[in-house]
């Protein structure tokens, strides 16, 4: 992870769009005439504007942005809007629009909003305005004090030097306050500008956004800076500093980008899977399981503390090109997916990741009596990351049924061509299984295969008989046409069913229509009047 010997084409100065040449016009043109009436022109008391950002880190690499964030030298943001609109309305003639609405987005420290912003929309482009500010730290807290800032202050607050060049409308320039924001941004190097470790402990969510810019735009962190981000004390800060909703936020964005794998490898060599992966966000659920469940959650934090789940996301990072590489090549269709199915591939890391917790659960709902307990890897997504129920769900499920679907895939290979009619799964058997996972098969089809060669002899020497054998039982799920089996809908609905049988509806359809659905797996072309004569003939059992 040493600075890189690449160049980025990075453009010498910046190219509007049609848009945002009317925007700046606009703007400039609001500037000069505010400075005019209020004789400030000349004076250090004048009104100037400044794109901030990733829009002038973005368009400098040449790519599209619609961020547009404009800092204000000397005003609020909402002061700034309200003057802007009344100007519109004075001149309607020259530019066109009407004054959009003012919508004003209050200060909200946990989620990172320590300024009042004003949000309107110019020539249909929404845009941000804010003042410039410094800010100042407490050891405790994340959330800063804030207070109006020069350029050079707000610049220097920032995480990253190439997230700190400014555009100055007014001058059609670049303007570089930390020294370093244009070479590190032609040279892909990721910087803090201040010394890293103050700047990570003042705020720690700012480790995690120069992991999601290294794996965004394949940047390097400076190695001074990676060394720091290592630090325990920063590591310790994570908890006590950051909110769950803010790591969720940058996690999910690292993950639907290009290459998340490189975010994995930094948040493995900088120890940071224990406070990313963490269990859970509520204290009194916690606190809860280590008074009443102390073995379960000594066992789930011991993964953690002896580094077992380091040691997990390390193999799984050196092997992963292996597997979509290598291991994939034999099903383009199934590589292919995985690289472009962003939630596939995203609930596929998460999965394989997080196994070192696949058979643990904690007491995640204390008030209830039944059915209180939940997987920690499902707690892990949805407590810990923020992420959605389904995917917590889904990936916990996939996590638990590895072993099952590993032993499926080889009770198929083994019993091809038996004449043992005992031993052969019966396509019923095969469609319920993958019925189960509700069209996430192909999901737990890639992490068992994952696992089951990580566990044989690692990716470094691929075993060439598990591919074949997930291979053709993946290949005879096409054939069969089981792959949309969470679709199957029985073939006789309920009312027909009660007509039929002149019953009274009751507990006995539900049983019923399972019934139907494993006959119509074992009968694929079976008509209607086929499966009325089996549940005529076991009804008796199924009331």
Not at 8 to 22: D, G, H, N, Q
Not at 182 to 209: A, E, H, M
Not at 217 to 232: A, T
Not at 402 to 430: C, E, H, M, W
Request: aromatic content about 8%.
């Amino acid at each position: 992870m040493s600075e890189p010997s690449q160049h980025y084409k990075v453009a010498e100065r910046i190219v509007l769009s049609e848009t945002e040449s009317k925007i700046c016009d606009l703007l400039k043109d609001y500037c000069n005439y505010y400075n005019n009436t209020n004789n400030s022109a000349a004076s250090n008391e004048a009104l100037v504007l400044r794109i901030t950002g990733g829009w002038v880190r973005d368009k400098l690499l040449g790519q599209g942005s619609h961020d547009l964030d404009i800092a204000i030298n000397k005003m609020s943001g909402e002061l700034f809007a309200h003057g802007l609109n009344d100007y519109l309305r004075q001149n309607y003639s020259k530019y066109g629009i009407k004054p959009h609405s003012i919508h004003k987005i209050d200060k909200n420290p946990e989620k990172s909003k320590h300024l009042e912003t004003a949000t309107t929309k110019l020539f249909g482009i929404e845009v941000d305005f804010v003042n410039l500010r410094s800010e100042e730290y407490t050891e405790l807290s994340r959330i800063p004090i804030v207070n109006f800032g020069t350029p050079e202050q707000d610049a220097l607050r920032r995480d990253a030097t190439l997230n700190a060049l400014f555009y100055n409308i007014q001058t059609d320039s670049i303007e570089d306050f930390t020294g370093k924001g244009l070479s590190d941004l032609k040279n892909g190097i990721l910087r803090t500008p201040l010394p890293p470790k103050q700047t990570f402990l003042d705020d720690p969510l700012r480790v995690l956004r120069l992991i999601r810019f290294a794996s965004r735009f394949n940047f390097k962190i400076d190695r001074n800076v990676l060394k720091e981000m290592s630090d325990p004390e920063i590591n310790k800060s994570f908890n006590s500093k950051i909110s769950r909703e803010r790591i969720g936020v940058e996690m999910e964005k690292i993950l639907s980008g290009p290459n998340p794998l490189t975010a994995w490898k930094l948040i493995q060599i900088s120890n940071l899977e224990n406070v990313i992966f963490f269990w859970h966000c509520n204290e009194s659920v916690i606190e809860f399981n280590k008074r009443q469940n102390f073995s379960n959650v000594d066992k789930i934090e011991k993964v953690y503390r002896s580094g077992q789940l380091n040691k997990h996301m390390s193999r799984f990072n050196s092997q992963y090109p292996a597997f979509i590489e290598d291991v994939l090549k034999s099903n383009p269709s199934l590589q292919n997916k995985l690289l472009t199915d962003k939630q596939l591939r995203q609930n596929f890391m998460l999965g394989s990741s997080l196994l070192p917790f696949h058979d643990m659960n904690i007491i995640a709902f204390p008030q209830k009596k039944l059915n209180n307990t939940a997987p920690v890897i499902e707690c892990i997504i949805k407590d810990g990351l923020k992420m959605s129920k389904n995917d917590a769900a889904v990936v916990s499920q996939v996590a638990q049924s590895i072993s099952k679907y590993s032993y499926i895939v080889t009770l198929f290979n083994t019993n091809i061509g038996s004449t043992n009619s005992a031993s052969v799964l019966k396509r019923s058997q095969i469609g319920l299984f993958i019925r189960s996972f509700k069209g996430n098969w192909m999901l737990v089809h890639l992490v068992a295969l994952f696992n089951d060669l990580l566990n044989s002899d690692g990716l470094q020497k691929i075993n060439p008989t598990i591919i074949q054998e997930y291979d053709s039982f993946y290949n005879m799920i096409l054939q069969e046409n089981l792959q949309d089996c969470h679709s199957l809908r029985p073939l006789i609905d309920g009312k027909s069913l009660q007509k039929i049988l002149n019953m009274k509806p009751g507990p006995w359809m539900g049983n019923i229509n399972d019934k139907q659905i494993e006959w119509q797996f074992d009968n694929p072309t079976g008509t209607k009047e086929q499966l009325i004569k089996y549940i005529q003939r076991i009804l008796s059992n199924c009331i």
